[in-house]
């Protein structure tokens, strides 16, 4: 993951490839679907939905900038998604979505919330985030949906993804200026070729 500096002052980067011990949670398949709140959750993958997780992603913020608990947000999305569309069919690429899901909540502990934001588009809130685990995090993420391979219809294909993170404070008041902050990072890893992540950081930050 690169970490980019937030402060007026010269941004400085750095590259980390720590592991984290991941979480080993059940595949979507385990899941009941249709016993899950659907205002709440995503129906194709069972994960938050944008509105719940913007929802709570306001409550953590005011708590945060209250108790001064270090709060990461993620923003997540597919490289390529419209390719596995033109090739495969909107319908089938759902299964690319659900497959990505999963290869992304395994690595994830259970103070670290993952969302489906619509499309080929998640997010993950991580309370308590210690930037160079963060980093290594962002860096476990990419790696887990770059090794697997995903069920696309009756295919299999490999598949990565784009990661922008912020750290957030008094700069990122609301989800709107969060997940705002969380895009630019975002759009800069997909400007460098995708499959990577760029974190945004006080150059403080260890």
């Known amino acids: 993951a690169i970490a980019r500096s937030r402060d007026p002052q010269p941004r400085s980067r750095e590259t980390t490839k720590a592991k984290m011990p991941p979480l080993d949670l059940p595949e979507r398949a385990s899941l009941d679907l249709g016993a899950l ?15 719940h997780f913007e929802e709570e992603l306001d409550r953590r913020i005011a708590r945060s900038l209250q108790d001064g608990e270090r709060l990461a947000l993620l923003s997540i999305d597919v490289d390529a998604y419209r390719d596995v569309i033109q090739r495969h069919g909107a319908s089938a690429a759902e299964g690319l979505i659900r497959s990505i899901s999963c290869a992304l909540a395994k690595p994830l502990r259970p103070n670290q919330t993952l969302a489906r934001m619509g499309g080929d588009e998640f997010a993950a809130m991580l309370s308590g985030a210690v930037p160079r685990l963060v980093r290594s ?21 490999c598949a990565t993804i784009s990661i922008g993170g912020v750290f957030l404070d008094a700069s990122t008041p609301t989800h709107h200026d969060a997940l705002a902050a969380a895009d630019a990072a975002l759009y800069e890893a997909k400007a460098q070729g995708g499959d990577r992540a760029v974190l945004d950081e006080p150059s403080q930050s260890a």
């Open 37 to 51: 709140d659907p205002a709440a959750h995503d129906q194709l993958t069972g994960l938050w939905n944008r509105r």
């Open 137 to 157: 995090l962002a860096d476990e993420l990419c790696k887990a949906v770059r090794e697997r391979s995903h069920a696309v219809g009756s295919s299999r294909v």
